[in-house]
């Protein structure tokens, strides 16, 4: 599925609106947008008109009058911003209580952040993916935590973001009104791969669900190099690591099996399996020179797993 | 005749003496324009990291830096701007010159404090700089924990340089309180003063207060990264949102640190060049001090995403507050144009690039306020652009419009008016193009602070880094006809615009070493401009 251009779709100012709620955001931008529009006009036409009409020149040569006060029109321009911020301010809020409650009926999605990619945790059969597959039409709710510093989930096309922290679970809601694959973003700053740390959310039907689940669940039995080729992207590896030999944040897995690799502590070894499930697990502990210390630890990942990308690294031969 | 020179003529010759004339006097005057020196420097440094994040924004591609060195350099944009430019731009510089002039007093209350805090404020900034060459900071101005506790970076240090600049802002404030309180010339009642020294009293206040929660803040940040005590890390059991809590304690009052003074500058402006009393001067001074108190009460409109539904609730209430005196203050200016004479000298386009750009700014605002639509703008460029709007379209512009109306009592010298509205049109085209583009990139969902984008998003940020180019090209016009006016510059009267303030009307253009010749004696309003009825 292509994923929905946010420049292309939707409204000149939104990105397309793919939910209930992202048309309530929009309806109450959109009037302050053109309230907005029609105060400021009046605002700097009344402005050029007195910069024009009271202009210094041969007859005006001193003020025409000193009007210093008028209290009734000073109360008038006190009251009525008063109350129209006060309806915006209610309106808001009420839109923003909805979005908050989280309906008892949805399906939850227990989702990790950490640098710099998104783990989903299917509750119907456990497995995890970084990219996320929703049922249409269904209430979804997700749940967050990090595993390392702040990050903030954000979905534009449903108008919504959560911040996710290291020590609270948050959570946001939402039910997709059309089919499509919507772009996630990290949206509070976490680092070197902050930018990259994207991710999706598709929504499906019903029907489409359901299998997507049991492709997922199959990937349990597949050969080990398949099912790591399948961990490396829904781990987020090629967020940092490439396939091509192209130098991202991290080294590059062509060729890196058997390789002889150079720590910044001066020591050498060459990469084998025990080298591989170290860096897995451990990743802090031998840096290669010329990179940084920031991977976090996979060590929850299951011995099939982590099997199956040592497999899969070593059929990425130059 | 000996004591009527201006303060600008050292009275010994020889380099060592025009040294020590300059750094170790208590002259407001000259205190304020060493403070004009190392602001501007700190302006200009700022101006080149922030051309430079925008070269690297051409491409989504890498053009000049890596992703850490692009955090690095947006970061120090921020706390180059923030910290050693805006916070003390205004009060610090014009506002320091300004003050006991206008009140019609010989010094602030304290000269030698106020060297103190010049000082102070220096050696803040080069502890600052320095951290560069350990390990510039990639955190972000926000330095927002766990991820400032955990970075390789030397936080601690331009933490440090930050804490100490605060003092400087607190000493600042202090001054001009007790000098506002104690040092107004006989006659000039609190009603009497003009719009400039109550939004700046208005400013010491916030200052005063507020500072001293983010030194406590900062200083808990180190202890919690050199002692490994827990207060925001959560790993040592500290909670990470409290730090946002503190920090934008301080941070949301200090953007009327920023806007309060220029606020005050543009009152002066509109009534200086429209020869009018100010329409509503109570409802424009009491509003300042509104701003101020309500200033200190909406902080966790910056936490929309992060802090309880209800703290949104209340937030966002007293957010929507602190809009109206804005608002208040914007209408009374256009009405004091009514029935004046109007003249469209330089400082007054300034006036209107703030009217134009905070108004923008104001309405941006009050789409943020809006909690459904603040979770959707929220860490987006839309953010981006709004205070860059307020920050820069208001703060920056009446810096700007403040220097082109007391330059000529500064240096006694005019600059070149024709350059100056070839700057002005130059930095109004450019700083539009830059940052309304910003709006689009936002709301249609692009995050700020990433090192690399969607290609869709590409020709947005194209069009904004065209744009800061020409705003670059109108500053670097503007600081040219500026430094070439000291030297070259046509002699100025001591009232070229015809302003009813005391520094206009009783002090030379320098004004002398004492400010002025004989006290002055107030004996009536600030404006007190004439009016054909009066006459008739």
Redesign the interface.
Known sequence: MEVE????E?T????AAATD?SG??DF??YV??YS?IA??VV??A??FY??IR???NKN???????????YK??VT??II??IL??I??A???I???K??VVPSDAIEYRVVGQKWNWIYTYPEIGATSSELVVPVGENVKLSFVSR???H?F?I??F?????V????Y?TLWFNVDAPGKY?V????????????MLSSISAVTREEYEEHLKTLEAANNLPPAELGAQLYKSYGCNACHSIDGSNL?GPTWLGLWGKEREFTDGTRAIADENYLRTSIIAPGQEIVVGY?NVMPSFAYLTETQIIGLIEYIKTLEN | MSANISYLQCPEKGFKNLLKFWLLTVDHKKIGIMYLFFILTSFLLGGVFALLVRIELLSPEKILFTAKQYNQIFTLHGIFMVFLFVVPSIPASIGNFVLPLQIGALDVAFPKLNLASLYIYVVGAIIAALSIFIGAVDTGWTFYTPYSSTTDTAVVMMVFGAFVMGFSSILTGLNFIVTVHKLRAPGMTWRRMPLMIWALYATSIIQVMATPVIAITLLLLIVEKTLGIGIFSPKLGGDPVLFQHFFWFYSHPVVYVMILPAMGIISELVTTFSKKRIFGYNFVAFSSIAIAVISFLVWGHHMFTSQSQYANALFSFLTFLVAVPSAIKLFNWIATLYKGTIEFRAPFLWAFAFIFMFSVGGFTGVMLGVISIDIHLHDTYFIVAHFHYTMMGGTVMAFFGSLHYWWPKIWGRMYSEGMARIAFFLVFIGFNVTFFSQFFLGSKGMPRRYYTYLEEFQIYHQISTFGSWILALGIIIMFTYFLNSIFTGKKSPPNPWGGSTLEWSKAESPPIEHNFAEPPVVTGGPYDYPSRQDKK
Request: with cysteine.
């Open positions: 251009s946010l420049v292309k939707g000149e100012w939104f990105p709620f309530k955001v109450v931008y302050i947008y907005s105060i400021f605002l700097l009344v402005f007195f910069c009271y202009r210094k005006n040569q001193v003020a025409e009058k000193q009007v210093e006060h008028n029109l000073e321009w006190t911003p008063l911020v006060m915006l301010f309106w808001g809020f839109d923003f209580i979005s908050y390392d510093v702040l903030s954000f534009p096309n108008r919504i973001k959560r911040d922290l290291p020590n609270t948050t772009r973003f990290c949206t509070e700053f976490c680092g070197d791969g902050h930018s990259t944040i940084n």
